[in-house]
């Protein structure tokens, strides 16, 4: 994979040149806590599927992501992600607007919910390609309708139209499974991930 992915002389998994399909700032700020170097290269491709499985919609739509970058960046190691939230079988992108992200608040108010990221590793070059998903419990603290307004609007570039990692924004009480899920990119997964591609390597 021409120098790409490297093994440390411990035999730990290295990587270098890895690209993040994602302009998401909160997977930016998560990924540096690997200290691995990376740069970001966003994937412009749709999100629509049909799919309604949730599991298998988020991995689906990461490898999308993964490999449309990868096709214009051949030799790069392709980190792609997508996240979304499932309630009463529901499954909840990003809001289309202000009304679509009040319908999805009002929705999840007071009641637990789940949040699936899938996240999918791909090098074009070496026909290379990983991926996994992980997913939380999350619950929803009950708010009156007038502190639920005022988030209304706040979140429309997130699944769910909240965001755990905003402390302006209390709507959310307790979460069962990987925190960094939530955010929009679990680590462990990263990690495992990494490993494998450069144990494939």
Not at 50 to 58: A, G, H, M, N, W
Request: net charge positive; with cysteine; proline share 6%.
């Amino acid at each position: 994979m021409g120098g790409l992915l490297t093994k440390s002389p411990a035999g730990r998994a290295c990587v270098r040149g890895l690209v993040l399909a994602s302009a998401s700032p909160q997977r930016r700020k998560l990924l540096r806590e690997l200290r691995v170097p990376f740069r970001i290269v966003p994937a412009d491709v749709s999100e629509a599927s049909r799919e309604k499985d949730p599991r298998r919609l988020v991995l689906l739509l990461a490898l999308r992501k993964a490999r449309a970058v990868a096709r214009r960046h051949p030799n790069a190691l392709v980190l792609g992600a997508d996240t979304v939230v499932v309630s009463a079988g529901r499954i909840l992108g990003k809001p289309a607007d202000s009304i679509d992200g009040r319908t999805m608040l009002e929705s999840l108010n007071g009641r637990w919910h789940k949040v699936y990221t899938g996240v999918a590793l791909v090098h074009r070059g070496s026909r290379l390609a990983f991926s996994e998903a992980a997913v939380s419990q999350v619950k929803a603290r009950r708010l009156p309708p007038a502190a639920l307004e005022r988030f209304v609007g706040r979140h429309l570039d997130k699944a769910g139209a909240y965001a755990i990692q905003d402390v302006r924004d209390p709507f959310i009480e307790a979460i069962e499974g990987p925190r960094d899920n939530v955010i929009g990119l679990p680590l462990d997964v990263v990690r495992r991930l990494l490993k494998r591609a450069c144990l494939a390597a």
